[in-house]
């Protein structure tokens, strides 16, 4: 059975950091593509960083230079590094695998994919 769990969030002012992270049961990190996906009240959730297999990455323009996904093999753990934080950036995180995966872009997570597990969020709140 996946599981994945994440954690890190938390409240912080504008400008400052935080580390998300996300542990993965159930499959392994080094055959799965990961990815990180946000959703603000009264928004769709949208994707903002995602990760092959063998390391390729890429992020949504409103992250790109602030924040940057990365994964150990070993814990099976996913991360997101949050700097420069804006209040826009408010959001519960979530993050989401496939087990078997080379690389699926930004848009190639689709909600209804059964060959995609969800965690169930960790909230981040940037104050201005």
């Known amino acids: 059975q996946v599981r994945l769990v994440e954690s890190g969030g938390g409240s912080v002012q504008a400008g400052g950091s935080l580390t998300l992270s996300c542990r993965a049961s159930?499959?392994?990190?080094?055959?799965?593509?990961l990815a990180w996906f946000r959703q603000a009240p009264g928004k769709e959730r949208e994707g903002i960083a995602v990760?092959?297999?063998?390391?390729?990455?890429d992020y949504a323009d409103p992250v790109k230079g602030r924040f940057t996904i990365s994964k150990d093999n070993n814990k099976n753990t996913l991360y997101l590094e949050l700097n420069s934080l804006k209040p826009e950036d408010t959001a519960m995180y979530y993050c989401?695998?496939?087990?078997?995966?080379?690389?699926?872009?930004?848009?190639?997570?689709?909600?209804?994919?059964?060959?995609?597990?969800w965690g169930q969020g960790t909230q981040v709140t940037v104050s201005s």
């Open positions: 159930g499959l392994a990190a080094s055959t799965s593509c």
């Open positions: 990760l092959g297999s063998g390391g390729r990455s």
């Open positions: 989401a695998a496939d087990r078997y995966c080379v690389f699926r872009g930004l848009l190639g997570w689709a909600a209804g994919d059964r060959r995609i597990y």
